[in-house]
């Protein structure tokens, strides 16, 4: 037995968590979107099977899917960049208002109740779930990007918000570059450039508000050095995150051969039903 588990168990998680790896890992390379919408809801089963308390499994799995966002978001936006596909005026504007928003995100993070978690979660996905599945053409904000104080506002709510959902940022970036009439290969490529900016101090944030949780929850080996660093699992990163970087490349090359429509209508109905499970652990209170 390890942490409560036995060796059988070890396997199958381990096994889920190097499958979950290779997904998100493609779709951080198709979307921009880190992977985190993915990596959320599987880490959370994995840490409720590995007997983790309801009050700190979900920022744990938030904190590890930053964790594991890091390598992967910097090998999308390689392969992006070398395609001449990102927009670095984007990056130049928001780069500071969304290292605000990831350290004010990773602020409440420390003091906040589970169930926040949880319906910044929902929210989003099921926002993004009707742009991908329903959206057309003429669903514009306007012709182009806005400038000043509401585009820097942009970037703060892009930070923040990525940071309680522990993803990556490419869902706001994507659903507002979209919004604003810029070509989706755009908002794709520049959306893994953001996720790199989000990743690294939001990882870093949540190390320092888990810093308590090993102490608080002595019992509990999945929260202790050296299986945890506050916040992230050391043990979900490592399983997660060769097979992501495996798998980013090919999913760039997918986004840039292929058209989208179908993906986005099947990762549209993966966050719906994504969604719905939180709702469902919302409404029954575990």
Not at 31 to 45: M, R, T
Not at 234 to 257: E, K
Request: proline residues 5%; charged residues 10%.
């Amino acid at each position: 037995m390890i942490a409560g588990l036995d060796i059988k168990d070890i396997a199958e998680l381990a096994l889920l968590l190097i499958a979950t790896g290779a997904l998100s890992g493609f779709l951080a390379g198709v979307f921009g979107i880190g992977g985190g919408a993915i990596l959320v809801p599987v880490f959370y089963e994995c840490f409720r099977i590995a007997g983790v308390p309801l009050e700190v499994r979900m920022p744990l799995c938030i904190g590890t899917s930053l964790a594991v966002i890091i390598p992967t978001s910097i090998r999308s936006f390689q392969a992006h960049y070398k395609r001449g596909a990102v927009d670095l005026s984007i990056l130049r504007v928001w780069w500071l208002p969304i290292v605000i928003g990831v350290v004010a995100g990773s602020v409440v993070a420390r003091y906040a109740p589970e169930r926040l978690f949880k319906i910044v979660f929902v929210c989003v996905a099921y926002s993004a779930a009707a742009r991908l599945v329903f959206a057309r053409e003429g669903w514009k904000f306007g012709d182009d990007l806005p400038k000043g104080p509401l585009m820097r506002a942009y970037g703060f709510c892009v930070g923040i918000l990525s940071t309680l959902m522990g993803i990556g940022g490419g869902l706001f970036s994507n659903l507002l570059m979209t919004f604003y009439g810029r070509p989706i290969h755009q908002a794709v490529a520049t959306s893994s450039a953001l996720a790199v900016l989000i990743s690294i101090p939001g990882a870093l944030g949540y190390i320092y508000a888990g810093w308590p949780a090993a102490a608080n929850y002595p019992a509990v080996a999945a929260l202790q050095v050296p299986f945890a660093l506050g916040y992230v699992s050391l043990i979900g990163a490592v399983l997660v995150m060769p097979m992501s970087l495996v798998t980013a490349p090919l999913g760039v090359r997918a986004a840039h051969a292929m058209s989208k429509r179908t993906l986005e209508v099947a990762f549209g109905c993966y966050l719906f039903v994504v969604g719905s499970r939180f709702v469902l652990s919302l409404v029954g209170g575990h």
